[in-house]
């Protein structure tokens, strides 16, 4: 099964200590949601997708249940849903977490480090060019703040 990663799990590192190994990975595409980082953590914005927007791209890793189980405990103010990706041009099932309602807010500011995570992330599986200068961008923003 697949499990579609958008924020920090795309980074390497993050993704070995979770799983205790690399994930097959493929680039992927999350059509008609938006990275928003409103997810609470420690007084900063952590990533977080939600419906309406022009797309997320991010990867999907191969996981099995144990792994998804392990998610679920790691992850609590997450839940998990399972939703279509489009990989290659064809489209699949892959599960996302999401932040529950009541761990959000939209005016924390974004936390630098979850975004450095992303922009390594989606260096390293090779997400478009757009995509990262788009996540150099939010970093960029932080510094003029």
Do not use: Q
């Amino acid at each position: 099964m697949w499990l579609f990663v958008y924020g920090t799990l795309m980074d390497p590192e993050k993704a070995k200590r979770i799983f205790k190994r690399l994930p097959k990975a493929k680039i992927a595409f999350l059509p008609n949601y938006e990275l928003v980082l409103n997810k609470e953590g420690m007084g900063k914005g952590n990533p977080n997708v939600r419906e309406g927007g022009k797309g997320v791209w991010g990867v999907i890793y191969e996981v099995d249940e144990r792994d998804l189980r392990k998610l679920d405990l790691i992850s609590p103010k997450y839940y998990r849903k399972l939703v279509k990706v489009i990989v290659n041009g064809k489209e699949e099932e892959a599960w996302i977490y999401i932040a529950k309602p009541e761990f959000t807010n939209d005016s924390l500011k974004p936390d630098r480090s979850c975004i450095e995570r992303m922009i390594r992330g989606a260096k390293h599986h090779g997400l478009p060019d757009e995509y990262i200068k788009w996540l150099e961008s939010l970093l960029k923003s932080l510094d003029n703040e």
